[in-house]
């Protein structure tokens, strides 16, 4: 059993920038992918990123790609996905999710935090 709480959100300015965090607490999270996914008012929650549980290579959406970095401290128990450039459509609830399988789909992901708002100010 893994609980993911999300902290961070709040209200930017287009163009800030924003750095969330997950905190997990249970056993093995090293054992987790973890990712992030966003939903926007009247869209279906969508992934954003992903970072594996030992060395490796990222992945993004398209839509973050470039200006979005997702990292994890496995001593800390700790995801966090930093997003630069801000634009209005980031606007979401963003979750963070924890699966034992590589996978962008959020089927695959047993776990999710409650999730936390942003909000990206034109």
């Known amino acids: 059993q893994v609980q993911l709480v999300e902290s961070g959100g709040g209200l930017v300015q287009a163009g800030g920038s924003l750095r969330l965090s997950c905190a997990a607490s249970?056993?093995?999270?090293?054992?987790?992918?973890m990712a992030w996914f966003r939903q926007a008012p009247g869209k279906e929650r969508e992934f954003v990123a992903l970072?594996?549980?030992?060395?490796?290579?990222?992945e993004y959406a398209n839509s973050v790609k470039g200006r979005s970095t997702i990292s994890r401290d496995n001593a800390k128990n700790l995801v966090y996905l930093q997003i630069d450039s801000l634009k209005p459509e980031d606007t979401a609830v963003y979750y963070c999710a924890a699966a034992l399988v590589l996978s962008r789909l959020q089927q695959h992901y047993n776990y999710w935090g409650q999730g936390t708002h942003v909000t990206v100010s034109s």
């Open positions: 970072i594996i549980r030992g060395s490796g290579t990222p």
């Open positions: 249970g056993r093995s999270f090293n054992s987790y992918v």
